[in-house]
């Protein structure tokens, strides 16, 4: 399967739903140990993506990420728009220095995919001053990121990949339950932070469900 920027408005929309069926129960978690406005930030970006995707599906992988990384930093704000900003600010950069993706590239396959998701998710520990077992996001994107290019690696079935990456999010994101926060206002809950789901896990983990499940119907 060639991934495509055509896809966008399917992809967003899909993260759009997820995040709008699941904000009370993101809310409750991160009213548990942070500030409880996750979501409310979240969804500003996400809704600005939404008036931008058929703009986003005409654009080349390189401008569409740069484009997507700047909104999320200007309309959501704070730690997540900042390292969501760093994300996709950084994939768009890691496509624009392979050789095989030019400005004109609109297809890619699972394994540049897989590269260039893990410079952004690099770039996100780089910026966040974190690493996996610290209750973040990054507890799902990092085991994330090394299912993907495990499946590149291997060759396997994209409906294999996508099934894995799936699975990995949702280990991840449980994962946090039991985790010591030191990132964050959770971090002052020292040994009460334990016991609960970090937020911005379980929004990674629902928003990668969505885009697998996009993908596997295309």
């Known amino acids: 399967m060639q991934f495509v920027p055509a896809l966008l408005p399917s992809l967003i929309q899909?993260?759009?739903?997820?995040i709008e069926t699941n904000a009370e129960e993101v809310t409750a978690l991160d009213q548990a140990i942070g500030d409880g406005d996750h979501v409310t930030n979240l969804q500003r970006g996400i809704k600005a993506l939404v008036a931008q995707s058929d703009e986003l599906a005409q654009?080349?992988?390189v401008a569409a990420w740069q484009k997507i990384g700047m909104t999320m930093m200007t309309a959501v704000g704070g730690a997540s728009g900042s390292l969501y900003g760093t994300l996709f600010v950084a994939m768009?950069?890691?496509?624009?220095?392979?050789?095989?993706?030019?400005r004109a590239e609109r297809t890619l396959d699972l394994q540049a995919f897989a590269e260039i998701f893990s410079s952004g998710v690099d770039a996100v520990k780089l910026r966040g001053k974190a690493d996996a077992g610290e209750?973040?996001?990054?507890?799902v994107l990092i085991p994330v990121a090394a299912s993907l290019r495990q499946g590149a690696a291997d060759?396997?079935?994209l409906a294999d990949v996508l099934g894995n990456v799936a699975q990995t999010a949702i280990v991840g994101m449980e994962s946090t339950r039991d985790m010591l926060a030191t990132k964050g206002r959770a971090s002052f809950l020292e040994e009460r932070s334990r016991g609960h789901i970090d937020a911005g896990a379980k929004t990674s983990q629902l928003m990668i469900g969505a885009l697998v499940g996009v993908l596997r119907s295309v």
């Open 14 to 18: 899909a993260i759009d739903q997820v």
């Open 155 to 157: 060759g396997a079935a």
């Open 59 to 61: 654009l080349d992988w």
């Open 135 to 139: 209750k973040t996001m990054l507890d």
């Open 92 to 102: 768009s950069k890691a496509a624009r220095d392979r050789p095989v993706v030019s």
